[in-house]
């Protein structure tokens, strides 16, 4: 049998490592070095070894998965936190209250449980900020095009209009939305400037989950170990030589004895890292009034700017300059959790004719204009929606 706690270890070595790269790939460490140049060789030839037909396969799953709105993985996280319940309520609830009765140990775990889900819930359900003809009203003067990450005559060539600033069409839901940031597998939808704040909810709520079902696992293997004295035991070898109990043996034991009790203790434990490493990212983000979107966008602008300049190329033309849309870190929180005072309760519940009419003249109607502008700004060799280039 596999030994399980150097498997646990390597595993945390390698999402550390993981996380580590992605939270900095986009720095001034990482944007250019020769790691991350050796990681994309290394991943293209991994690629290159493997047989057509299993490439082809993957990429269809992955379009599938991915790039098409489908409830899988909403039912996969729903039977997730399901499993994980029904095994704390069947294994570590009635050892918990055996050894120590006189504590509530159902209370915390529910009332996180359904915190989690109504964050899941409203941000599946509610409007991320979704931008047509109709609503552009709503979303056209919230921010300043600053002719850098956003230009003012930046057209969606689906939509029909110029985009507002901080805007994108997802091509996944096809419709432009307002302060994108990404769209979401896990809850079917996009994740914008109106249900941000319920996403990051969700996020800390699940994070709380996950910690809280790996703590109470813990303990009642704790009350296992100490009941029957498990560290004074000893342990024959493979050459039936007596020695003390270690943490490794005691581990792979409890794994035997009690395998979904321990799956409970580290299985969240090992979801939880990456996903608390995620959650910091979004809180960061939120904080200094930035998006996902618009960080890969700006990293690849740099990076197309320092090929430019290696090519030979003034390096004080088309010099990059975006200031960001900071406002200080009360303003910006307040612009997460109360978007709707942003956008103005005027805009957002009025129905003016007046701007509805300044609205409809800003869109573009016409073909003929509607085909001069709407022309592609990103740099040679931009890449599609995944890297961020193809809608500057």
């Known amino acids: 049998m596999f030994d399980l706690l150097p498997l646990l270890i390597a595993y945390l070595a390698i999402c550390t490592a993981l996380l580590t790269l992605y939270f900095l790939s986009d720095t001034k460490l990482l944007r250019n070095s020769p790691l991350k140049t050796y990681l994309i060789r290394s991943y293209k030839s991994t690629v290159r070894l493997c047989p057509i037909a299993i490439r082809r396969t993957i990429a269809e799953l992955v379009t599938v998965l991915l790039y098409r709105r489908n409830t899988a993985f909403q039912c996969l996280l729903v039977g997730l936190l399901g499993l994980g319940y029904f095994i704390m309520l069947r294994d570590a ?118 910690l809280n079902a790996s703590w109470l696992a813990i303990e009642s293997l704790g009350h296992v170990v100490s009941a029957h004295r498990m560290w004074e035991a000893v342990w024959l070898d493979a050459e039936n030589r007596q020695q003390p109990m270690n943490l490794r043996v005691l581990v792979q034991h409890l794994f035997v004895t009690y395998p979904r009790l321990v799956l409970l203790a580290f299985g969240p434990v090992l979801v939880a890292l990456p996903l608390i490493g995620y959650t910091c990212y979004h809180l960061y983000l939120a904080g200094t009034n930035q998006t996902g979107y618009e960080r890969r966008k700006l990293a690849n602008l740099l990076a197309e700017r320092q090929r430019y300049c290696r090519l030979g190329g003034d390096i004080n033309a088309g010099a990059i300059s975006a200031t960001g849309f900071g406002r200080g870190w009360r303003q910006n929180w307040r612009e997460v959790l109360l978007p709707h005072d942003r956008l103005g309760r005027d805009r957002v519940y009025g129905s003016s004719s007046s701007a509805a009419a300044s609205a409809r003249r800003t869109s573009f109607s016409s073909s003929k204009r509607r085909n001069n502008i709407a022309t592609d700004y990103a740099p040679a060799g931009s890449t599609n929606s995944s890297g961020g280039m193809r809608d500057l």
């Open 93 to 210: 609830i009635p050892i918990l209250y055996h050894w120590d009765y006189h504590s509530n140990h159902v209370f915390l775990p529910l009332l996180l449980l359904f915190t989690c889900l109504c964050f899941y819930a409203c941000t599946c359900l509610s409007d991320p900020g979704e931008i047509t003809e109709r609503t552009l009203y709503k979303y056209q003067p919230v921010y300043g095009h600053d002719g850098q990450l956003f230009r003012d005559d930046s057209c969606c060539r689906t939509c029909g209009f110029v985009r507002p600033a901080r805007s994108r069409h997802c091509d996944t839901c096809d419709v432009c939305i307002h302060r994108y940031d990404h769209h979401c597998v896990w809850t079917n939808c996009c994740i914008g400037g109106l249900n941000l704040r319920y996403f990051l909810g969700f996020l800390v709520s699940l994070c709380c989950v996950c």
